[in-house]
């Protein structure tokens, strides 16, 4: 195939070639490269122009076409700057890349095959037949249909381009490592081997405040090429030598001031560490080599160190003044996209830290719990405004909560943990989901700061909310929603689909007309499994939502009774979450086990003055037959008649009483029609009424009260 095709042919080469052409001035322009201009960059190795007059010389574009075999089929390498590069139709590209280069660039070429995203404007180094090497911006493409494989445009820079483009590269990842990688391997245009150090506190997201020079402590952020490395020399993740790093602090910290430094070859380095170990750690190789140390520094009064950049090249290949000044500015111009790496990867450790202290930690003897949160990108700290949690409330029951802030970073993870903490609060004082979800609802109309959040990335408007409270004594489920996809719910026949639950608006949204939250409950016999989820795991942009959800329903119909949960929760992501995720995934699941028939029993009673006399014989009865001790047993009865009385003294209409022996005590339920609170108040000593309440918080180890549709249920623990 010709390797230069005709003006008329629509191939990816052509179409970029013909597209950028219009913007790069070419052979006989203003600008145009000359022989001088080729020798300059041909001579000594060395890859960036150190005559300032070639920053009149503007970049010149040429176009690889690759197949999926990464071998070439096309090229338009014919500007007088590409001379020297055999891009030979048939052959590998990688034999236009330095050996130390390939395994690099070929995961990148076969990444953007995999996945069809772009991979932009990184500095990469091009060898020449002659051994010399050309420093270009190379951009890999996926190629225009009806062309299969890859367009890999690469663009011969000046100095100024070449500093442009790298600080480009550097700034597009938050992450620590990719972006110290990122500058690493724009320096490798300087020399032969690049690594970039920072100071622990800056790897770890912390704040770097001082520089005492006895305590530095330095890492190994990023090193290029990639190769294999001697033993004992630093490679990314290990720590240097603390002497080590005492030396390179000291080096770049000379009057107090931070600057870069030169050590010209091997022999001046050696006697600069004075120790085999140190020159083993830190020198990349058995041949004579020079290094430049620039610090990275972040501006302030007085300027802080992050760390330092290392240039190790041939002894034979020494450093102008010109290239430090290169390596200077470059540097400083990208120092502050470490700084922002390192907020981000505070904000990461904080967000994940909260993200932690929400998820359910295990179920209880009555239900069982598995969740599993997959936030969708690193460059979302690691989390987002999903959330999931799962708590025992006090009287015995189990709520479950999912929602969804939207947006991502700290900010969204602040709303999030603030709206879990108050739901857990408010179930647990005895509101009903419904109630709950009113509440949620005024706090994020209050609270947010719509323009604020969005602009850093969240907003708590139309955040989503799902709350279910499992009671185990009737095995059923109370749930309401604000904005959220319903919950899917198998029952012990295998039997799976979604729940019908009254669709309502999000949290907070004021366009909407105002109605009260719906309250829908449900039976969970023993042996149900109920899903809770985020719309990250069954969104997908090229189905219907109800179609993902179906595809839930059949995934958790297929768990089998004995799977543990944790295991069948992660095969359930793993079958449905999307390769490439748009949205955090969270999925909780809770298999209902109940109490046991034997365990509770209720009884039902008319309001009336023997009523408490009757509920002492009947749960006499049940505690002899529960073998209960008889200084429990004498409390218990107590506790039933103070609270039996009360019920007939200030509500009207039956009286309903429930007993449940759990594993760690006796738990009692007295439910009526009366709506009023009863309240802990100071009772007089000689006061004939008033002491019922003060005589149920001596017995019991806790007491509370929750309200019903139909009244309120006072309940109170007594341990065994």
């Keep these: 195939m010709d390797s230069t095709p005709s003006p008329s042919s629509s191939s990816p080469f052509d179409m970029v070639s013909s597209a950028l052409g219009r913007y790069i001035p070419r052979v006989g322009a203003a600008g145009a490269v000359g022989p001088a201009a080729m020798e300059g960059d041909r001579t000594g190795g060395g890859p960036v122009p150190e005559d300032p007059a070639d920053d009149r010389q503007e970049q010149i574009l040429g176009a690889v076409n690759v197949d999926r075999d ?32 390939v395994p690099t660039v070929t995961r990148r070429l076969r990444q953007v095959l995999e996945t069809g995203e772009a991979h932009v404007a990184r500095v990469q180094r091009l060898r020449r037949s002659d051994g010399s090497e050309l420093v270009v911006s190379m951009s890999i493409l996926t190629a225009v249909a009806p062309q299969d494989g890859l367009t890999v445009s690469v663009i011969a820079m000046a100095r100024r381009l070449h500093l442009y483009a790298a600080e480009t590269a550097i700034g597009t990842s938050l992450d620590i490592g990719e972006t110290a990688q990122s500058l690493a391997e724009s320096l490798l245009a300087w020399g032969d081997v690049a690594a970039v150090d920072l100071d622990f506190a800056v790897w770890t997201g912390e704040g770097v405040t001082e520089q005492a020079q006895g305590r530095i402590r330095l890492r190994r952020a990023a090193l290029v090429p990639d190769r294999a490395w001697p033993e004992g020399y630093v490679t990314p993740g290990d720590d240097l030598p603390g002497d080590a790093s005492r030396l390179l602090s000291q080096a770049v910290r000379r009057d107090d001031a931070p600057q870069a ?75 502050h996209h470490v700084d922002l790496a390192r907020q981000h990867q505070r904000e990461h450790t904080q ?28 460059d979302s700290a690691g989390v987002g405004g999903d959330w999931v949690n799962s708590f025992p409330l006090p009287d015995g029951r189990t709520a479950l909560v999912v929602g969804d802030v939207v947006g991502h970073g700290l900010g969204a993870a602040a709303t999030m943990g603030q709206l879990s903490m108050e739901a857990r609060a408010l179930l ?11 509440h949620l609802d005024e706090t994020v109309s209050l609270l947010d700061d719509a323009e604020s959040g969005l602009a850093a990335g969240y907003s708590a408007l139309g955040s989503t909310c799902c709350i279910a409270v499992y009671d185990p004594v009737s095995h059923r489920v109370s749930l309401s929603s604000a904005g959220h996809l319903p919950p899917v719910l198998v029952d012990p026949d295998g039997r799976a689909g979604p729940l019908a639950v009254r669709p309502h608006p999000g949290l907070g949204a004021e366009f909407a007309l105002r109605e009260p939250f719906g309250v829908h409950t449900f039976a969970a016999p023993p042996g149900s499994l109920l899903a809770l989820y985020t719309d990250g795991l069954v969104e997908d942009p090229a189905v219907p939502i109800d179609e993902g959800i179906d595809r839930l329903a059949d995934a958790v119909a297929a768990v089998h009774p004995w799977d543990t949960l944790p295991q069948a929760a992660r095969r359930v992501v ?130 509370g009260v929750r309200w019903t549709d139909t009244g309120k249920v006072v309940w109170a623990e007594i341990a065994r």
Excluded: M
């Excluded at 647990?428 to 009113?438: I, M, Q, Y």
């Design 428 to 438: 647990s004082a005895g509101l009903a989901p419904d109630e709950v979800l009113e």
């Design 70 to 101: 990464l071998r070439i089929t096309h090229c338009n390498l014919d500007a007088p700057v590409f001379s020297g590069l055999d891009a030979v139709p048939g052959s590998p590209f990688v034999d236009l890349l330095p050996p130390g280069d």
């Design 261 to 335: 430094i030169v050590i010209p070859d091997r022999k001046a380095v050696e006697r600069v560490l004075g120790s085999p170990r140190l020159v083993r750690a830190l020198v990349p190789g058995d041949r004579s080599a020079g290094v430049a140390c620039i610090p990275l520094v972040l501006d302030g009064v007085p300027p802080v160190v992050l760390g330092v950049a290392e240039v190790w090249r041939r002894a034979d290949w020494p450093f102008h003044d010109s290239e430090l000044f290169d390596l200077q500015e470059l540097v400083a111009r990208t120092s």
């Design 574 to 703: 793993a079958a449905l979450a999307p390769v490439r995720q748009r949205d955090d995934v969270t999925l909780l699941l809770a298999r209902t086990i109940g109490y046991r028939k034997g365990d509770t029993a209720t009884w039902r009673l008319p309001a009336r003055d023997d009523a408490a006399d009757r509920a002492r014989t009947l749960v006499a009865a049940l505690l002899r037959r529960w073998h209960t001790r008889d200084d429990t047993r004498d409390s218990v009865l107590l506790l039933v008649s103070e609270l039996v009385t009360n019920a007939v003294r200030f509500a009207e209409g039956p009286i309903t009483v429930r007993l449940i022996r759990s594993g760690h005590g006796l738990l009692c339920e007295v439910a009526d029609t009366g709506n009023g609170r009863p309240r802990l108040g100071r009772g007089g000593l000689l006061d004939d009424h008033g002491r019922g309440l003060h005589v149920v918080h001596r017995l019991t180890t806790r007491w």
């Design 351 to 378: 967000v994940l830290a909260l993200q932690r202290r929400l998820l359910p930690r295990t179920g209880g003897d009555t239900i069982q719990i598995a969740s599993v949160y997959q936030p969708a990108t690193p």
